[in-house]
């Protein structure tokens, strides 16, 4: 089950399945999609997984167990990849708030996000190599562009698992929260990611952005009643 819950620009996506620890099967794809669809409108977007045992522990082995030929697995992959790139491309900032343990396909979830907010029992770990497979959703490729191309090949080609304190050193998490104030942590940071300005900043941090598109994202800005209303309760102060 993947549930959505819209709370004033802000969106929340969980992963429910405790029964497989909140892993990913056909089934949870579709339930993505179709909650990326209802969050589109959405000024920020936190991904997380149901309970603390789990963020997301990879994809579902015993529902996935079907697939038995090469065409079928590039399916499979391109399939959830989309669902990643998704995530990836959503035009405002994205939190995987990880609740409990990322491993396989589930850090690559993770890394698809642009912040990574985890509580400080959770481990994460790219071990898709002790299935003697590799990662397919695209989360190869983040993790070098987040940690670098030998740190990436050392931690995918190994199938080592990291502590928060350890994926927190590396960059791979961005920052960790006591579990008893995990809950309350992230949809803080989350709510204050709901802003416009959020969006703009994610824009031009994004990439190569020309300087005029950048002062014009900043124009747009400068001109909205939000910027005037903050303005105004800040030179208040001041009086």
């Known amino acids: 089950m993947v549930d959505l819950e819209l709370d004033e620009g802000l969106a929340v996506i969980t992963i429910d399945r405790p029964q497989a620890r909140n892993a990913i099967a056909p089934a949870t794809m579709d339930g993505l999609d179709k909650a990326l669809d209802e969050a589109a409108s959405s000024r920020a977007l936190v991904i997380r997984g149901a309970g603390d045992k789990a963020f ?10 079907a697939i038995r030929t090469e065409d079928e697995a590039v399916a499979m992959a391109m399939r959830m990849r989309g669902i990643c790139d998704r995530l990836a491309g959503f035009p405002g900032p994205v939190i995987a708030a990880l609740n409990g343990h990322a491993l396989g396909g589930g850090a690559e979830v993770a890394v698809a996000a642009d912040i990574r907010v985890a509580a400080d029992d959770i481990k994460i770990g790219f071990n898709q190599s002790r299935l003697a497979i590799m990662p397919a959703w695209g989360g190869a490729e ?3 562009a987040l940690v670098g191309r030998g740190r990436a090949l050392l931690l995918a080609g190994t199938g080592r698992t990291l502590d928060a304190a350890q994926a927190h050193s590396l960059g791979l998490v961005d920052e960790v929260l006591p579990r008893e104030a995990f809950e309350t942590g992230w949809r803080e940071l989350a ?21 005029q598109e950048a002062a014009r994202a900043f124009a747009r ?3 909205a009643d939000e910027h005037w209303e903050a303005a105004e309760r800040v030179m208040a102060r001041g009086r």
């Open 56 to 65: 997301v522990s990879g994809g579902d082995l015993k529902e996935l167990a």
């Open 142 to 144: 983040r993790l070098a």
């Open 191 to 211: 709510r204050s990611l709901a802003a416009r300005s959020a969006q703009e900043i994610k824009h031009v941090t994004s990439g190569a952005v020309p300087a």
């Open 221 to 223: 800005l400068w001109v």
